[in-house]
């Protein structure tokens, strides 16, 4: 595919760049670790958060606190024990500065004891379990992405005010889902909604006509779903067809009915509310600007991953820059970390200090077809969330 | 009482895909005694190229016709490679060789169609509801169930009533006496890893509407066609038609009863038969 | 080949040691590998069944370990490696009793079953106790082998025991009757040895040698999650037992080593490292089928 | 108390009934031949004797003990051991190591799993290999052995099992002379306390060796007594050899003497299974039209070489089809003009009778009407699955998709294999309308009668080599020249 070559040339560039620099007797190259799944289910998130990082180091000419920047790239896989033997890898062979990346849950938790022990930072850029938050956070680990709890806990409130009282939940069986749906009853119970039915179906499931079949049974208000990736794709298009599409209205988070969702799904996805810290149509300057040059860069419509990795480089750059590139003491790159705070496509972008978890605006969208294209518009801003931790 | 027959139309859509999957992995090991692991890649193989034809032609039947030839041309180099491991008691080599080729298609579909989550959007004439009686049920699976039964009957006639498939079942009983009476076994069972080849083709393009093309989708179906065939019995037409009627069945009552454990009511289902019938359902008769 | 075999053997084994922690780190997980891999080659070796399940006790002797350390705490180590090792042997015994009339593939089939409903369970079925599909981090590392290159070495002694032991096994009188097992079964019973029996012990045996490879896996990993009991772990170790030629005493060691390096130097280069894994598989079954054929014996 | 008893054992596979209520005592210490054509059993009842297939109906007991359903592993420790005909040997174990795996089974070693010199059971091991005259093969891998040498290590084995019942399958077939003799020589020497059950065509050395003999013949016994009164019961003879026809049937005169190029020339072929050497030079021709018959008690390799002409096993030497080299393998020698009717009949499972003749179809003189017409029982039988059908009906069916072939020259091994006497007429006067028709035969045959009246010349075949060429007339008007060959 286009991308992986011209991709290569462009990495061997930013080497080669770092290298020339480092000869010349300039500051020595700023490497960071890079740890992303770009093989297997994945394999598309890790390109879209990778896009968003080259995106954004080209526009600061790959340059932070005076030294070059130099991205080292490790595959995760599916597999978690690969993931800390390249957390390993990144931290001892190649000797590099800081540590961003992990898309899975299970991979970030995996690495979460080796990385607080050998206190080295690590810059979470997508995986949303709660726990690194919470019981199991540490000093040198943040978190630019979200929390499960984050995107789904303002949609309960607002569902229960604004749309029915009563739902039915589906959602795949593991951590990320349920974490999600306690989320979401946590605050739509609070508000007076009744849950009429649950169910849980495994991840990578191929068919979820028994599911459909029993919404049908339940006929709630609205549902709620939490999918991801190709199980998303394939409730959608069968909601569609089970002509549920029209009866009853599904609301979601944004993961579910995401742009390469829509792109896979097309009419299925329409009408559909999400909630998300994010979205294509988001009126702000910067996230215009971000949407173009993403677009005019790479040829396709950045996703929430992308979006997630433009702001990650971002703050590891302004992080460096705020110390001048001396990465030598380890609490001073923690203290430039807690202190980043810029507009981003987002909105506005700040570390709670307490969790070192972003603190951000979540949006509630709906899928719609503006000027014949479908795409994700906002229709509320439920303000700024912050992880109770 | 709807809900049933619900359970039961879902049941038999699953079947049918898993029908085409699971012939082609069956009547190649019947006559060759060969396990082709990398018969789920040529279902997602089916599927991408199905999608690659629907953008180019904006038509899903074109797809349809097209992308089992399409993944026929590809069958033709693959079987030139893994005629490298026919044979008898060559089944470790076979299982290194198949794996080994499973993981190289999977990544040169990875290479070519790229990671994102793609799906090709039922024909419009199937992408609605059909009334049922009282009842509303997708018309695409509906579809699903007709083209099932039409290839399950167009086997059958086809085992039953041509030379081809004559001869299939000569090579599959007792080759070297189907040898002595002029059957050219060799040439037989690559016409039949072709004829697996385009059928599981036709399973990816006609499941593309109805699942997502992701990568992992080969190996997935991959497990569920090797379960069908050993519930079934490997080596006939047959068995594999009982094997994805029972499958098809099991995973939609699973899936509606028991959703986080579907996989493994199926599963269980395979271990039970095993236990009680070392050969499967249809026991050794190949 | 024997000759400098051993040699090349110990050069590779202690080369980690001077490589650094995540060359240390590799080379406690080729030893993991190794210990369950040669466990399926063990298998095949004295009753010629193939199993694509074995990740049933790789992972179960893991998420054992894990369970009773995390649980009990870091001084229960040699309590729970015991257990994990009977647990594995108990219930590989009950996976032989079930698959003792079926053979070649079907067999194969059941084993992967097995494990399947061991790996769903674990994943969703009891997400309260395994940790679900988040697994279970947070595993203390055994008292007084806290340190990696420690750790290894306790590893490299403890697969040079198994392979002595192996050999031994091997030139034993019971060695040599399931080993003649695997070439004749029928034959073998004739002769009144019973065959369900040593069929059974071989699988109990299989079972527990590869429970102890996952205990030493979790030992220094410090987590566990439901991937080590997936069918890709299974369809590893058995392709690594079968690069490594299924019958040769080093077959386990052999192959893990192979396949985790490959694995390891692949992945840092290229996103589509499964495309030259799955080359390197069909080369690996086209030069044994050529060396089989060349040396192939009539009989 | 007998040593081993059967009482009315049914035994069956698919639809041939192989054992049809047999009933059996040897005493304990006694010397039993069992006796009776191809087909008529002696195989299976060995499998239900020594275990390893269990009985329909009926009843075995070992010393007394009812063990009918028992594994044959507990039936070995109760004292029984045998040979197989097919040796059936550990491919990568050495030759010393069988005979210690075999006296190792009750040995309490065998269940240590540590290494241990098994010092004594070595020297036993070696010892038995002395009496079997396999010492120096001793340290040699069981592969590299030849077919005899690999029958007497199965020997071997069960000696060293120190049985107290002996169950001999065939133990001089396939055995060069000077090693037939060596056996004949452990067999007559062993101890009296073992009782021995033996099945062997070497009827000469099965008469001498036995106390008394059981004859059997599809599936009953046919007749049980002394060595003597059996080998001159009138009815063994014919059920073996044929019945004695007199002169009286007008043998079909041979229309014209055949000559002109041969049809089939076979010069110098060799072959055998693995190393053993079963075929040993043979060179026959069969001349157009002309029906050509080999003769030869069992197991002296008449099935090997009709296998090898057809290509199913590795030959050497030179197989010329009307002048021509036949293609290596077997589709090339089918499309080359040859049919075979195998022995055994080997239906093909999944196919009914119609569809195996319209598979074997080739255009030519012989359509699927007249096929018909030749066996009107095919007709009526030709929607039902090839595998349910009787002896005779397979024997049929075999033969008609051989000539559906329209072959150059068809092959024979052993039509009457099993089959009931006024089965055998009537094949035997369809394949003299065959080869009144034209049809070049070669057929082989143990049934001497069936094959002289029908054949013009005969090659008589013994231990792998053809010994005598003569004018299958010569031969009927001289019955005790072929009793000479025919034993």
Redesign the interface.
Known sequence: MRYTRRRFLKQSLAVGVGLAMGVRGQREALRIGVVLPYSGVYAQLGQDITDGMLLYLDEVKNQAGGRPVQLVREDETADPSVALRKVTKLVEQDRVDLLTGLVSTASAYAVRDYVHNSRNVLIVSNAGGNALTRERKSPYIFRTSFTSWQVSFPLGRWMAERLTKRVAVVAADYAFGRESVAAFKESFLAAGGQVVQETYTPLGSTDFSAALTRLLQARPGAVFAFLAGSDAAIFLRQYAQFGLKDSIRLATTGFTVEEDVIRAVGQAAEGAYSSLHWAVRLALPENQRFVQAFRKRFGRTPSVYAMQGYDTARVIVEAVNALQGDLSSKDKLVEALEGVRFRGPRGLFEFDTKTHQVIQNIYVRQVQNIGNELANAVVADLGRVRDPG | MEFYLFVLLNGLAYAALLFLLAAGLSLVYGVGRVLHLAHGGFFMLGGYMGYSLYQWAGNFWLALALAPLLALAVGLITERLVRIVYGPDRALEQVLFTFGLAFVISDLTRFFWGAQVLGVPPPPVLNRPMGLGPVVYPAYPLFLILVGTVVALGLWALMRFTRFGLEVRAAAGHPKMAEALGVPTTQVLRRTYLLGVALAALGGVLAAPRLALAPGLDFTMLILGLIVVVIGGLGSVTGALYGALLVGLADSLGRTFLPQFALAVIFLLMALVLVFRPEGLLGGRR | MSRWFPWLLAVLALAPLLGGAYALRLGTEVVAWSLAATALAFLYRTTGLVSLGHSAFFGGGAYAVALLVRNIGASAYPFAVLSAVLLGFAFSLLLGFLGLRSHGIFFLMLTLACSQIMYILVKQGFSGITGGDDGLPGIPRPPGLEEPWAYYLAGLALLLGVLLLYRAFLASPLGQVMDALRQNERRTEVLGYDVRRLKLLASGLSGALAALGGAYLVGYRGFVHPHDLSWTTSGLLLVMAVVGGMRPLSAGVVGATLLIALEAFLSSYTDLWNLFLGLFLMTAAWTTLRSRRATHVGA | MWALELRQVYKSFGGLLALAGVDLKVPLGERRALVGPNGAGKSTLFRVA?G?SWPDRGEVLLFGRRVTGL???RL??MGLA?T?QVA??????DVW?HV???S???HP????????R?GTLEDQALEVLERVGLSQRART????LSYGE?RLVELA?ALA?KPRLLLLDEPLAGLAEEERERVKGILQALPREITVLLIEHDLDFAYGFADRVTVLHQGQVLREGLPEEVRRDPQVIEVYVGKDQEADVAFPSPSSPHTGPALLEVRGLRAG???GEVLRGVDLEVRPGEAVGILGRNGMGKTTLLSAL?G?LPAQGEILLEGKIVPP???GR??AGL??V?QGR??????SVE??L???L?PGRWTLETIYELFPRLKERRHAPSTVLSGGEQQMLAIA?ALL?NPKLLLLDEPTEGLSPLLVKTIQEVLRELSRQGESLLLAEQNATFALGLVQRVYIMEKGQIVECTEAAYLRREPKRLRMWMG
């Open positions: 020594g390893e594994p044959p592993h070995a420790q045998r197989f059936s040997l550990f491919p990568e174990k190591e210690v795996l075999a190792l089974a009750f070693l065998s269940r240590r799993p540590l290494p241990r098994l891998r069981v592969a590299a690999q084995m099992q299974y693995g190393q057809m199913f393998g077997t589709l089918a499309q049919a075979l195998p080997q239906p093909i499972p999944g196919l569809e195996e319209l598979l074997a080739r998709r072939r």
